[in-house]
């Protein structure tokens, strides 16, 4: 398949780790975030979202925290395994009167090593 | 049930010429959005469409122009194309204006 980011940042761990991805975001007035997992040759996929109103959300695997004071997310991979290896994306899901966009940051390729 | 598609998978094209993309969103979704993804980048929002109305558009030029159709299906239009066009466009569809959900993309190179 074709690389969806070349020169991106890349967290390399052991399979059976924990993983740590971070991200920073912009807009103060933001209020719904979401991390998106992107493998190469496929669309970004949903992994799990946020609101401002909370701090931390867990799902299966994944956990994300949100830190408002500094503008920070993170999401939190539990046991890593090979099928996690993909490019990593948080975004900011901003509303206007009209509709929603989704505003992506730079994104973390993760590399699994067996 | 289908996720969202998008045709075609693969196109090049020369400078100066159009393009066309398509998108189908999941049934039942009323909104599409168009993304701009560079090479090495995150995608970029380009358009999003809600009920055949255009409700929000980047940070884009005029030769980027898009639509949505009775069914909810989609196209994107790119006139006078340069050499950074070339990118992976992505359609993602939602509900309202909620969760997106992308499609696989179309490559776009421009030679």
């Known amino acids: 398949g074709e690389s969806v980011g070349l020169h991106l940042p890349t967290l390399s761990v052991q399979e059976g780790d924990n993983s740590i991805i971070n991200c920073a975001y912009s807009n103060s007035a933001s209020d719904y975030f979401i991390w998106y997992k992107q493998e190469s040759g496929k669309g970004p996929q949903f992994i799990i979202d946020?609101?401002?109103?909370?701090d931390k959300r867990q799902g299966q695997r994944v956990t994300v925290l949100l830190n408002k004071t500094v503008k920070h997310l993170s999401l939190q991979i539990a046991a890593t395994q090979p099928g996690d290896s993909a490019v990593y994306f948080c975004?900011?899901?901003?509303?206007?009167?009209?509709?929603?966009?989704?505003?992506f940051g730079g994104g973390t390729r993760l590399m699994v090593k067996p | 049930d289908a996720g969202v598609t998008q045709s075609p998978t693969h196109l090049i094209k020369t400078r100066g010429q159009h393009v066309t993309l398509r998108c189908s969103p999941i049934s039942g979704h009323k909104s599409v959005s168009w993304y701009q993804q560079v090479l090495g980048q995150g995608p970029q929002f380009i358009f999003q469409?809600?009920?055949?109305?255009?409700?929000g558009r980047g940070n884009f030029p005029d030769r980027f122009s898009a639509r949505q159709f009775p069914n909810y299906s989609s196209e994107l239009n790119v006139n006078a194309l340069l050499l950074g066009d070339s990118a992976l466009y992505l359609c993602a569809s939602s509900y309202g204006l909620s969760e997106q959900f992308f499609g696989p993309g179309t490559r776009l190179t421009v030679l």
């Open positions: 975004a900011e899901n901003n509303y206007n009167n009209a509709g929603n966009m989704l505003t």
């Open positions: 946020i609101r401002s109103n909370m």
């Open positions: 469409y809600y009920e055949k109305e255009e409700r």
